[in-house]
C-alpha cells in the first residue's frame, strides 16, 4: 500500500500507492487518505517509519490548502518529538541450534534472509524496504516455530533434516524454502 504505484507529478512529489495518497518531501515518504461528507472535509496524513502523524478535521466543504496543512502538522510534529538516538550495543550470539537456520534462503524464486536479532528468529524478504517489520518466529516444539508477528503471522515454519541431522530445508506456510533458488513445479513430495 505504501509504494507508489501511480506518479501524479513527473518530480514525484505526489502520487498514490493502493488505497493511499503519497507524497514525498526530501528523502521522506508521507502517506494518508482524505475524506468528507457535505460541509465536512477530513485528512489524515502519516510517516510510517516514525509513527507520527496528523489528523485535520474542518466543518467546510472547500479547503484549497488540506492537504498541505496535514503535511505542515506532520512535519512539525516530526521536529517537536525527534525520537532519542539509541545506543548500540553489539548482538548477542545466536544459540548453536539456531545458526543452521540462518542466511539466505529460497522459495519460489524470492530470496529471504532469516536473521537472529534481539534474542529472536526473523525473516525478511531480500528486497522489503528496511523500515516494513520482519516476521519473527517463537520456538513450538522440536524444529518447529510459529510466526508471532509480520507476514505469514499464525503461520507454521518447520525444519526439514537429512538423516544425519543437518538441515536441508524448510517449510513456511507450507511454501518449501532451499538454500539455492529451485523451479517451482507445484506440489511439493515432502508436504504431501
Do not use: C
Not at 485535520?56 to 472547500?62: A, D, H, K, Q, R
Not at 520482519?134 to 507454521?156: I, K, N, Q
Not at 515454519?157 to 541431522?165: A, F, H
Amino acid at each position: 500500500m505504501h509504494e507508489l504505484q501511480i506518479m501524479a507529478e513527473p518530480d514525484w512529489t505526489y502520487g498514490w500507492g493502493l488505497g493511499l495518497s503519497l507524497w514525498r518531501r526530501g528523502e521522506r515518504i508521507f502517506a494518508g487518505h482524505t475524506g468528507g461528507f457535505p460541509g465536512f472535509l477530513s485528512m489524515l496524513v502519516y510517516s510510517r517509519p516514525e509513527r507520527i502523524g496528523a489528523v485535520v478535521l474542518t466543518n467546510s466543504g472547500t479547503w484549497p490548502k488540506l492537504s498541505e496543512t496535514a503535511l505542515m502538522l506532520t512535519e512539525a510534529a516530526l521536529e517537536e518529538f525527534v525520537p532519542a538516538a539509541e545506543s548500540w550495543t553489539p548482538e548477542e550470539q545466536p544459540p548453536q541450534e539456531m545458526i543452521p537456520l540462518l542466511g539466505r534462503w529460497w522459495s519460489e524464486g524470492s530470496e529471504t534472509i532469516f536473521s537472529w536479532r534481539g534474542g529472536r528468529l526473523e525473516a525478511r524478504h531480500a528486497s522489503a524496504p528496511s523500515a516494513r517489520e520482519p516476521s519473527v518466529f517463537e520456538l513450538e516444539g522440536e524444529d518447529r516455530y510459529r510466526t508471532v508477528s509480520g507476514r505469514e503471522r499464525g503461520e507454521v515454519l518447520r525444519v526439514v533434516r537429512d538423516q544425519e541431522g543437518t538441515v536441508v530445508k524448510l517449510y513456511w506456510a507450507t511454501y518449501p524454502f532451499t538454500r539455492e533458488p529451485e523451479i517451482f513445479f507445484g506440489v511439493d513430495p515432502d508436504v504431501v
